[in-house]
Structure formats: structure tokens, C-alpha cells
């Protein structure tokens, strides 16, 4: 009988374990994963102001739901992997465009931003809803080594406000689809 009440209180113990792990598992949070959209990120040029510039775009996979932690996860991105300072004094402006991983924004991991036509597709029209927050910097135009981004409320829907001072003499390179004007 006492080989009987072990031999419950194990399987009582196993299947408690067994519980713990599967319910462990199961309650794990996944891995948050940066998407570069080289396809969608390129040089960018602006005819009604007379400038250009480049712009990245990002694809963000498992996202947590506190919003404070989604705004650093892509601050700290930005602050790791922004090409700000590598841009040639050709280009006035610079932006980090983050997006939700989600059925529209997957469309664009292996297609480019189709402007003209009929069946025209483009990531910032057609996923509107999946944006998270756009890192935008213009060039001072007295100190060329100087980003400030200055983002109103009113413009952008958050504000924004950060500088950039890029060393003097930083070593330029040509970045991906960025002519040298």
C-alpha cells in the first residue's frame, strides 16, 4: 500500500512538472525581430522643396504591448543602426520609418514601392494603420554636421525633438540606391 501512495504521489509530481513546463512554453515571450526593408529604404528626393534624402524603412516582428517599451525598442534601434552621419552633404534629410509586422507590411519585404500606375502600392499609403513612429532629421543649413529633428504634434502626431552632430571629417560611403549629387 505505502509502494502504491509513492507511486501516485509521483505521477502526481510528474504530471505537475510536465504542467509547468508545457504552461512555461506556452507563456514565453517570443523574440522581437528587426525587418530591413532594403527595397523600400532609398534614396529620397523632394521636388517641392528642392532637396533630398534618404530614407530607411523597418519591420518590427513580435512587438510588445506596453507602449513606453515599443517607443524604446525602436529608439534604441535607431540610435545602434541609423546611417545619419555616413550621408553625403548632398542630402538634407534623413528618416527612420518603423512599421508593425503584419499581412500588409509583409507584402513589401520582397517588392519595392510601386509609385506609378493603376495597381499602385506603397508601404506609407496602403499600411498607414501598421506605422509605429518615423525618426525624422533635417541638416542645419549653417552647420553641416548637425541633425535636428524638430517633430510638432500638430504635423506628425507625437513630438519629437533630438540633435544629431555627426564628427567633422566622418568618413562618407555610398549608401544603397543613394547617388552623389
Excluded at 504552461?23 to 529604404?41: A, E, H, Q, R, V
Excluded at 521636388?47 to 525602436?74: F, H
Amino acid at each position: 500500500m505505502a509502494n502504491r501512495t509513492k507511486i501516485v504521489k509521483m505521477k502526481k509530481h510528474i504530471i505537475l512538472i510536465i504542467g509547468l513546463i508545457l504552461f512555461g512554453c506556452k507563456t514565453k515571450n517570443p523574440t522581437i525581430k528587426f525587418i530591413y526593408l532594403d527595397k523600400s529604404s532609398d534614396k529620397v528626393f523632394d521636388s517641392d522643396r528642392g532637396n533630398s534624402g534618404y530614407g530607411e524603412v523597418i519591420l518590427i516582428d513580435n512587438l510588445p504591448t506596453q507602449k513606453d517599451t515599443i517607443l524604446s525598442i525602436q529608439k534604441a534601434y535607431f540610435n545602434s543602426k541609423n546611417k545619419i552621419c555616413l550621408l553625403s552633404e548632398t542630402k538634407d534629410y534623413y528618416s527612420m520609418t518603423f512599421y508593425k509586422k503584419t499581412s500588409c507590411t509583409e507584402y513589401f519585404i520582397d517588392r519595392e514601392n510601386d509609385f506609378g500606375g493603376f495597381s499602385r502600392t506603397v508601404i506609407f499609403e496602403d499600411c498607414k494603420s501598421d506605422e509605429l513612429f518615423s525618426f525624422y532629421y533635417e541638416r542645419d543649413k549653417k552647420n553641416p554636421n548637425l541633425w535636428v529633428a524638430n517633430m510638432k504634434e500638430e504635423l506628425f502626431g507625437y513630438e519629437y525633438h533630438d540633435t544629431i552632430y555627426c564628427e567633422l571629417n566622418h568618413k562618407k560611403v555610398k549608401l544603397p540606391d543613394m547617388p552623389q549629387h
